[in-house]
């Protein structure tokens, strides 16, 4: 019976890398959207001046900070998934292989015990990739493209 939870758990986990794989075709269309962002937040800046140090900047550096920050951003993000998808393998190997020699409850602790450091893992990698552009000042939410 464990065999049939093992191999749906792989074909979700092989779902979630052919879904992340395939997402690059839309890079077009996020840097045009991301550009639009950026030339927006610059305009906010502008208009409501609440950082000084961004509202110093002439046009041109501050398309070329947010511009580069929303592709670190986006970069951050890839590197993050990856991450975690490489930790989910492992919890479902672990508790693949705890369960066919320990039982159900042993498989159900292993994939628990890796779900809740995946889920630590996964909020540690976003407050990080986050921190950099919140220590300028910058809301990332108006940078990202979902």
């Known amino acids: 019976m464990i065999w049939l939870i093992e ?8 779902g979630g ?5 395939t997402r690059g075709r839309q890079s ?7 550009m639009r962002r950026v030339d927006a937040y610059i305009e906010t800046i502008r208009r409501e001046r609440r950082s000084p140090e961004l509202a110093a900047m002439t046009d041109m550096e ?7 920050g929303a592709r670190n951003l986006k970069i951050a993000e890839q590197r993050k998934q990856w991450i975690v998808f490489g930790m989910g393998i492992a ?5 693949s292989v705890l369960g066919s020699e320990e039982g159900w409850l042993a498989f ?3 994939a628990a015990i890796g779900a809740i450091v995946t889920y630590g893992t996964n909020e540690f990698l976003a407050r990080r ?3 950099p552009l919140e220590k300028r000042g910058i809301e ?7």
Do not use: F, N, Q, Y
């Not at 191999?7 to 092989?14: G, T």
């Not at 077009?28 to 991301?34: H, S, V, Y």
């Not at 501050?62 to 580069?68: A, E, P, T």
């Not at 990332?140 to 979902?146: A, F, H």
């Open 91 to 95: 919890t479902l190997l672990g508790a």
């Open 129 to 131: 990739m986050r921190a």
């Open 62 to 68: 501050l398309r070329d900070l947010l511009h580069s």
């Open 28 to 34: 077009d269309k996020r840097d045009a959207l991301t």
């Open 17 to 21: 890398g052919w879904t992340m794989l």
């Open 7 to 14: 191999i749906a758990l792989v074909l979700l986990l092989l």
């Open 108 to 110: 159900g602790a292993a």
């Open 140 to 146: 990332i939410d108006r940078l990202m493209v979902e």
